[in-house]
């Protein structure tokens, strides 16, 4: 027992790390002491250590950036830093249960074949599924398909079936490998014609294949006749820099798209809150957008900020060549921890001061851009270039 809680330990901790750094191809092993541990029949006790074993250390390593975060708040640094470090414990113990109610109902005929490698990976992805279901509680960002993303050829087969799918073939190959591992310690010698270890080989490459042949279908299956010439501008700010660096970041984003635009371009889209200024109230940098879009024919997707009766917004609007811009949208799901704390009403009652300058309200309505294909400037543009 005491050996299965120390694989699960060493497992999880190899996932945050591959997560926190750009050494993804850790993702394609660290699964494999969490397999050995569970591959086996094990009891309801003892399926609850392993998985605490794992999901404890993984989310609050996984989360550490969480601490960033905390210089918001309005404290000294040991209590701020106290704060966070309760809530990542609060947390990791709570997206940890969406593992272990499944593994509780579902896991105790687990054993060392190939059925229980592939029923023990569906039941993690159902957790990672189950973490993401019940908004405002919703925190899907430490999912496996995450940490493997760098690696475009893998994760391809995402915009068919989603992020899961591509966290069940990270476990696949992982539970393969675990069993290849064991038989290789009965036979003492490595066979590549092992039923696991081309299983394991099978699972990668027909998903990268897979997605090769999806990012050719989606290509060929567009209207080229449609075609649209799209500028994305990035700025590279830290995350706490948009708070406070409205003038700097503006002037960023003006010569990024200034120097990038051309005369083929048709829509400029910027990130969430690319410029954290109030559209509304600040009219000299609102026209200085609005005059990019009449000089160049284009339209441009903001990414902003609004307030509204003392409430603050993530927001974005269009604005479009001929002077006026869309009705705003604001977020009506916001990131937890990130943009909003978890209960936040419960506590700005208990502790008025430690939400300040902290959350942002969620949006109250849809709205339905006119981009290209309605809009009759860039429409009058695209037949002048035909």
């Not at 993702?27 to 794992?54: D, E, T």
């Not at 092992?194 to 099978?202: E, G, I, L, P, T």
Request: with cysteine.
């Amino acid at each position: 027992m005491i050996i299965n809680l120390l694989r699960c330990l060493i497992s999880g901790v190899l996932f945050a790390l591959a997560f926190n750094t750009s050494f993804w191809i850790l993702a394609l092993f660290a699964g494999i002491p969490l397999f050995q541990a569970f591959l086996q029949k094990n009891s309801v006790k003892q399926r609850l250590l392993y998985i605490s074993a794992f999901g404890i250390p993984f989310f609050i390593i996984s989360l550490c950036w969480l601490y960033e975060f905390s210089k918001i708040l309005e404290f000294s640094d040991f209590q701020r830093a106290l704060i966070i470090t309760i809530a990542l414990i609060l947390i990791a113990l709570y997206l940890t249960v969406y593992w272990a109610v499944p593994l509780i109902i579902f896991g105790g005929k687990l054993k060392e074949n190939t059925k229980s490698v592939i029923a023990f990976s569906c039941i993690f992805v159902l957790g990672e599924w189950l973490q993401s279901l019940f908004y405002p509680l919703a925190f899907p960002w430490s999912r496996l398909a995450n940490i493997i993303a760098p690696f475009t050829p893998f994760i391809q087969s995402a915009s068919l079936f989603g992020s899961l799918f591509i966290s069940l073939i990270i476990l696949l190959f992982n539970g393969f490998s675990a069993l290849v591992i064991n038989n290789l310690k009965e036979q003492k010698k490595f066979n590549h014609k092992n039923r696991y270890f081309r299983c394991a080989v099978s699972v990668v490459l027909g998903n990268i294949v897979l997605g090769f042949f999806a990012n050719i279908f989606l290509y060929n299956s567009s209207d080229n006749k449609s075609e649209l010439n799209v500028l994305m501008v990035q700025g590279n700010f830290p995350g706490l820099v948009r708070w406070y660096s409205e003038d700097e970041m503006f002037k960023t984003y003006i010569n990024l798209i200034e120097e990038n635009i051309t005369t083929e371009t048709d829509l400029v889209l910027t990130p969430e809150i690319a410029i954290p200024f109030n559209f509304y109230k600040d009219t000299e940098k609102q026209q200085k957008l609005l005059d990019i879009c009449a000089e160049n024919d284009v339209i441009l997707v903001l990414g902003i900020w609004t307030t509204e009766n003392n409430y603050d917004y993530n927001s974005m609007l269009c604005l479009y060549p001929d002077g006026t811009y869309s009705d705003v949208y604001s977020k009506k799901r916001l990131v937890p921890f990130a943009e909003r704390l978890i209960l936040d009403d419960v506590i700005d009652k208990i502790f008025p001061t430690l939400l300040n300058n902290y959350t942002v309200t969620e949006g109250y309505k849809n709205t339905v851009f006119n981009t290209y294909w309605d809009c009759e400037l860039i429409e009058k543009k695209a037949k002048r270039k035909m």
